[in-house]
């Protein structure tokens, strides 16, 4: 019976690795997070509140010598199942070993660079060994695969020096505690550098730390002090004695000068000659070098030939990368545990999943088998396909089932980690397998694998893989429409980032997980949201009132200055206007065809005021008025408003006020100054200017009636329709003069009889816009005109045919006046007063 909730543990598990998540009482774990109190709930999410008075923790203590060397046995790799292999020795690295630590016991941190397969982590062993007395807190090792900040680094070094059992601290208390740490850090396969490396060091100042790194890895920055150590090849005579201790046995001359030659070709690596034994091996297998398998008679199950097959050294070619060659002569479970290696992107899942996977028993030897043959190497508590393996299996076929097999782990991976007898921490130290799984799995798998795996990271503290995991799951339930299931990894999301002091990213996760559970009714679910979302606002509160606010520098010369004054001065200088009692001779224009509606005149309140002056006596003449220029010069003078302070500001509150006053006082009144008068500019010129206009279109508008009054007593009633007479760039005066009572009472217009009539048959329009016209009064005229009028253009009404019908005319000079009391439109020459 399971010790936890009651049920039936199952210690089976099923060989096809798709059986669903373990049924029964989910796993809930309580956590301490900074300030919160977290409850991971696998089924409606988790719940976050702030600690009750009195529930904090206290302050850790550090572990002893005993508990930090049973923590260091268990952060090595498992011992695998089968033969021990033998032990590989430490060559022609003696001198590197001693310069190390004698760094290491100075206090320096040292960068020990070297390409894959050169022994970085061999010798990473040899110096934890020597290093043990340096520090007070002993030897560290961490795994920086995979990292590329240092949050999780500090996390994991302060959980192998504390003992803090279900507590994550938040990062003021991370940073305080972390700064008490001595110990010396062996940190392997690092991949960040540069400011991110700068901080881990800053944050960790009584550290002294071992970095191993290839050399395509970021350098640090030059104020981090670090030294740099190279790590090369080997020696020929080293080369040869790690290649006869793999096979045990003295090497021929042919082996011996084969060997030179691979040497040279890679450039002396460690990890090429312990490959290089395993072919060895394998060929002497093949080759049947043993003579009580020459003497005996094969069996009938035998599957080896009864004749021995010859098999000659590898080529140097094959030397160089062996993959192909060594993977062709392994087991066939191990050859099966490569496929799924290469589908999880490298990483080879723990022996003791193997046999569910493969589908074989004894698939867990496996592991041992393929270490043997070089082909894994160990990476913090697990294994993982050594350095170019992976691209020469995958050139050969061993990629081509990587979807079905990443299907595959991931529905093994679904069931285990739901299943209520795996503690979170077996989940945590398979956390990379897991996390290749979920990326190269279907929807559906990967939604139910994030499901069950992310409540286990969220318990094991590994919040790295938890947010990944989370981030991973949420696509793939979007992808899939798994509504439910979206909402439910947004809402892990958002309490994630509450734990971690991000508002922003929390308000958002935590609103898009409320909308979705809205959408669900999932009422539950919604005031778990809203709860975490009431907690994010009481820190965006509580951050705003701690907040400085922004202090701005006031410009140089800005205390002298008060505030910005707009001084409005006319235009230097106006374009003179021509006289306006004399009209400009009127050029010929093409027939109008529609005269525009008369708009009322503009006020003039909008412009300058005008000073009013005395009127002008009839028959003067006006003289010429330079007009100003409606446009002014603003000058602005950015200033920022002063509070009148004479001393400094001493605190933070008059810092603020002096930036942002609430109420400024303003600023000393200048004295006020008359701009200058614009050249040619008299008082009263505006007035005069409109009475000139006025007296001038009154008599243009009394010489245009006259001239209507006898050409219309001339001409006879047209005979078959309205004519249109065709003359000559007729334009249209721009005046509009309003009546006032001086303009004689308008006539209703009659229609003038044309010049020549157009033929028979043919009807004139209407022009648009005009109205028909008739005949005035005969009344003498009072003022002649001076030359011969033209036919009047005027429609008749009844005619509904727009073509109209051109009329020639004998003075092509006249010019067309609008007025505002009627709808006359009249042609008349132009008069000169």
Not at 420 to 449: H, N, Q, T
Request: charged share 20%; net charge negative; proline share 11%.
């Amino acid at each position: 019976m399971d010790r936890t909730h009651g049920q039936t543990e199952q210690h089976e598990q099923p060989t096809g690795g798709s059986a669903p998540a373990a049924t029964g009482p989910a796993r809930v774990v309580s956590l301490t997070a900074g300030g919160f109190a977290l409850t991971v709930n696998p089924i409606d999410g988790s719940e976050i509140e702030p600690l009750r008075p009195g529930t904090e923790p206290a302050r850790p203590a550090k572990r002893t010598a005993a508990d930090r060397a049973a923590r260091a046995a268990a952060a090595r790799p498992p011992v695998l199942p089968g033969p021990a292999a033998p032990a590989r020795p430490l060559l022609e690295r003696e001198e590197e070993r001693e310069r190390l630590v004698r760094l290491l016991g100075r206090g320096r941190s040292v960068r020990l660079t070297g390409p894959s397969g050169s022994g970085r982590s061999a010798l990473l062993d040899a110096v934890a060994d020597r290093c043990e007395g340096l520090a007070p807190d002993g030897v560290v090792r961490l795994s920086g695969y995979g990292q590329q900040q240092p949050g999780e680094l500090l996390h994991a070094l302060y959980t192998a020096v504390y003992e803090a059992a279900q507590q994550r601290p938040g990062r003021a208390e991370l940073l305080a505690r972390v700064r008490e740490i001595g110990a010396v850090v062996l940190l392997d396969d690092l991949e960040m550098g540069g400011s991110a490396l700068d901080e881990l060091m800053r944050a960790t100042p009584e550290c002294a730390y071992l970095l191993a790194a290839t050399p395509d890895t970021r350098s640090p920055s030059d104020d981090s002090h670090v030294e740099e150590v190279f790590l090369g090849g080997l020696g020929k005579a080293d080369c040869l004695e790690l290649l006869e201790a793999g096979v045990g046995r003295p090497l021929t001359d042919e082996e011996t000068a084969w060997a030179g030659d691979l040497r040279f070709a890679s450039e002396g690596l460690p990890l090429r000659f312990v490959q290089a034994a395993a072919l060895l091996r394998q060929r002497d297998e093949l080759n049947h070098h043993a003579e009580d398998d020459e003497e005996e008679e094969p069996g009938v199950f035998e599957e080896r030939p009864r004749d021995a097959v010859h098999v000659p050294l590898p080529t140097l070619a094959e030397g160089a990368a062996p993959a192909e060659l060594l993977a062709s002569r392994v087991s066939e479970s191990a050859r099966a545990a490569l496929r799924i290696a290469c589908a999880l992107g490298g990483e080879l899942p723990h022996h003791a999943h193997l046999p569910a996977l493969v589908g074989d028993t004894h698939a867990d030897t496996a592991v041992a088998e393929l270490l043997a043959c070089g082909l894994l190497t160990p990476v913090g508590t697990r294994y993982r396909l050594a350095s170019g393996v992976a691209r020469q299996l995958e050139e050969v076929g061993y990629g081509d089932t990587a979807s079905e097999e990443a299907r595959t782990a991931a529905r093994h991976y679904a069931w285990w980690t739901g299943h209520a007898s795996v503690v979170p921490e077996r989940v945590a130290a398979e956390a990379d397998a897991v996390l290749a799984a979920l990326a190269g799995a279907d929807v559906v798998a990967a939604v139910l694998l994030a499901r069950t795996a992310a409540p286990a990271f969220a318990a094991s503290l590994h919040w790295e893989a938890w947010e990944r995991v989370l981030r991973s799951g949420a696509e793939a339930a979007r992808k899939a429409g798994e509504v439910a299931e979206q909402a439910y990894f947004h809402h892990e999301l958002g309490v994630l980032a509450l734990c971690e002091e991000r508002l922003d990213r929390a308000r958002a996760e935590l609103e898009t997980s409320i909308g979705l559970r809205g959408a669900l009714a999932d009422k539950r679910g919604t005031v778990a949201g809203r709860r975490a979302l009431a907690l994010v606002v009481d820190g965006e509160t509580a951050g705003a009132a701690a907040s400085p606010p922004l202090r701005l520098e006031a410009p140089a010369g800005a205390a002298a200055a008060g505030e910005a004054v707009t001084v409005a001065t006319p235009a230097a200088t106006a374009p003179k206007a021509a006289p306006v009692a004399k009209a400009a001779p009127v050029a010929k224009a093409a027939p109008v065809a529609k005269a525009a509606p008369v708009a009322k005149a503009a006020p003039v309140a909008s412009e300058a005021p005008t000073a009013k002056v005395a009127p002008v006596a009839p028959g003067a003449r006006v003289a010429p008025v330079v007009p100003v220029s409606a446009e002014a010069v603003t000058r602005m003078t950015p200033v920022v408003p002063v509070t009148g302070r004479s001393d400094a500001p001493t605190t933070l509150s008059e810092v603020f006020e002096d930036a942002f006053p609430l109420n400024p006082k303003p600023a000393a009144p200048r004295p006020a100054t008359t701009p200058p008068p614009a050249p040619g500019r008299r008082p009263g010129g505006r007035r005069l200017v409109l009475l000139a206009g006025a007296g001038a279109l009154a008599v243009v508008a009394l010489g245009t009636v006259v001239s209507l009054a006898l050409s219309s007593s001339d001409s006879a009633p047209p005979e078959q329709g309205p004519a249109v007479s065709s003359t000559p760039a007729v334009t249209e005066s721009a005046t509009t003069t309003v009546n006032s009572g001086i303009d004689p009472a308008p006539e209703p217009p009659v229609s003038a009889p044309p010049a020549e009539t157009s033929a028979p048959g043919q009807s004139a329009a209407p022009t648009p816009g005009r109205s028909p016209a008739r005949t005035p009064s005969r009344r003498p005229s009072p003022t002649p005109p001076k030359s011969p009028p033209p036919t009047s253009v005027s429609p008749a009404p009844t005619t509904a045919d727009p073509s109209p019908t051109p009329t020639e005319t004998g003075e092509p000079t006249p010019t067309t006046t609008t007025t505002q009391t009627g709808t006359t439109t009249s042609v008349s020459p132009v008069t000169e007063r």
